[in-house]
């Protein structure tokens, strides 16, 4: 079982920028490493993922270009930096960690451990 904690979510204001942090007790360069987030009367939606080399990225789609995924294997911390950020942003932002191969954004089942997630609040 791997244990990943979130933090950095805060309450900010539209166009603001904010970066998020994962921190992982398990060595991050063996997992698929990915961002989800439930926003208000969703499920759960991926935001971006990142691969085992911390080379390869997934986007669902190019208008989630805003938000940028990074991590760092000496701290077994992955990072989500969110740019330009509008109301429509408000939710809780979940940290997934899995072995599946190959890494799949867009499959839930690849990530295995989730965090308890951390809550963004934009206001306009």
């Known amino acids: 079982q791997v244990e990943l904690v979130e933090s950095g979510g805060a309450n900010v204001q539209t166009g603001d920028s904010l970066r998020l942090s994962c921190t992982s007790s398990?060595?991050?360069?063996?997992?698929?490493v990915a961002w989800y987030r439930q926003t208000s009367g969703k499920e759960r939606a991926p935001v971006v993922g990142?691969?085992?080399?911390?080379?390869?990225?997934q986007y669902p789609s190019a208008k989630m270009d805003r938000f940028r995924i990074s991590k760092d294997n000496a701290t077994n911390t992955v990072y989500l930096q969110i740019d330009a950020l509008t109301p429509e942003d408000t939710g809780v932002y979940y940290c997934?960690?899995?072995?599946?191969?190959?890494?799949?954004?867009?499959?839930?089942?690849?990530?295995?451990?989730w965090g308890q997630g951390t809550q963004v609040t934009v206001s306009s």
């Open positions: 997934g960690a899995g072995q599946a191969i190959p890494c799949s954004l867009m499959d839930r089942l690849t990530y295995t451990n």
């Open positions: 398990a060595i991050l360069g063996h997992y698929c």
């Open positions: 990142i691969d085992r080399s911390g080379y390869g990225r």
